[in-house]
């Protein structure tokens, strides 16, 4: 991997990160184990994708699993591996990390593959990914629709977060030409004495069901399933963010 081509943007966005619990991945933990992990091997060996700062993986490690996680942020890592020691982390980019078949499941939450600004190398991941999994692996990721950006974006949105050492404030939008999601994010934060500035501007792509199903059925995956994760999943909020599961067959 060249360092010039991972996903590092996060590498810059600390105060950006702080406002996020962890109520979110307990809630989404409970929504794994009904869909993937109950039919998971005791121990089973599961692949973090754009893992963050590891808090599925500190969740997943407490439950006895075994765990490797995938990030493009070195400030991401050093996080997680403060948070889940246990685990196994590698510094590469979605779009291009290339790892043996060695993992039970795969999983990538958040809609990180959002990220991913074309269908071509969203399909360059999932072939990244089939080729990691064993045979019979199972995939389960989420993705925002243009739904669930337009729920959110379609009319442009500030928001901030101000402490005594550090503020960031973000004005969000969205292309419906283009179905990308723009964030420009401004940070201020208090160093030895002197406050210092960071401008970082974050995109997302919106993809529909239909493309991202295509693709993933194009590189070998089968018995693909697509949730909505309010109307089907019951997650409050949730709407138009889809989770898709899926199966590397057995030969």
């Given at each position: 991997?060249?360092?010039?081509?991972?996903y590092?943007?996060?590498?810059?966005m600390?105060?950006?990160?702080t406002?996020?619990?962890?109520?979110?991945y307990?809630?989404?933990l409970t929504?794994?184990e009904?869909?993937?992990?109950?039919?998971?091997?005791?121990?089973?060996?599961?692949?973090d994708l754009c893992?963050?700062?590891?808090?599925?993986?500190?969740?997943?490690?407490?439950?006895g699993y075994r765990v490797?996680?995938?990030?493009?942020?070195?400030?991401?890592l050093?996080?997680?591996r403060?948070?889940?020691?246990?685990a196994?982390?590698?510094?590469?980019?979605?779009?291009?990390?290339?790892?043996?078949?060695?993992?039970?499941a795969?999983?990538?939450?958040?809609?990180?593959?959002?990220?991913?600004m074309?269908?071509?190398?969203?399909?360059?991941?999932?072939?990244?990914?089939?080729?990691a999994l064993?045979?019979?692996?199972?995939f389960?990721?989420e993705?925002?629709?243009?739904?669930d950006?337009?729920?959110q974006?379609?009319?442009?949105?500030?928001k901030n977060?101000?402490?005594?050492?550090?503020?960031?404030?973000?004005?969000?939008t969205?292309?419906?030409?283009?179905?990308?999601?723009?964030e420009n994010?401004?940070?201020?934060?208090?160093?030895?004495?002197?406050?210092?500035?960071?401008?970082?501007t974050?995109?997302?792509?919106?993809?529909?069901?239909?493309?991202?199903k295509?693709?993933?059925?194009?590189?070998?995956?089968?018995?693909?399933k697509?949730?909505?994760?309010?109307r089907d999943?019951?997650?409050?909020?949730?709407?138009g963010?889809?989770?898709?599961?899926?199966?590397?067959?057995l030969?």
């Amino acid at each position: 991997m060249s360092l010039e081509t991972r996903y590092s943007d996060y590498d810059r966005m600390d105060i950006w990160f702080t406002h996020k619990g962890r109520e979110r991945y307990e809630q989404f933990l409970t929504h794994l184990e009904e869909l993937i992990l109950q039919y998971l091997p005791k121990e089973a060996h599961i692949f973090d994708l754009c893992c963050g700062r590891g808090q599925i993986a500190q969740l997943l490690l407490e439950k006895g699993y075994r765990v490797t996680g995938l990030d493009g942020s070195e400030l991401m890592l050093r996080y997680a591996r403060e948070k889940a020691s246990g685990a196994n982390f590698i510094l590469d980019d979605a779009r291009y990390f290339k790892l043996s078949p060695t993992f039970d499941a795969a999983i990538s939450i958040d809609v990180s593959l959002n990220h991913i600004m074309s269908i071509e190398e969203l399909e360059r991941v999932f072939q990244n990914v089939y080729a990691a999994l064993l045979e019979n692996g199972t995939f389960l990721f989420e993705l925002s629709s243009e739904e669930d950006c337009l729920s959110q974006w379609g009319v442009p949105i500030i928001k901030n977060d101000v402490k005594d050492d550090s503020a960031w404030i973000e004005h969000s939008t969205y292309d419906r030409e283009k179905k990308v999601v723009r964030e420009n994010c401004t940070q201020f934060q208090l160093v030895n004495g002197q406050w210092q500035r960071l401008d970082v501007t974050s995109l997302r792509k919106a993809y529909s069901p239909t493309e991202v199903k295509s693709a993933l059925e194009k590189v070998g995956f089968t018995e693909v399933k697509i949730y909505d994760e309010e109307r089907d999943l019951g997650v409050s909020g949730r709407a138009g963010v889809a989770c898709f599961i899926c199966q590397k067959p057995l030969k």
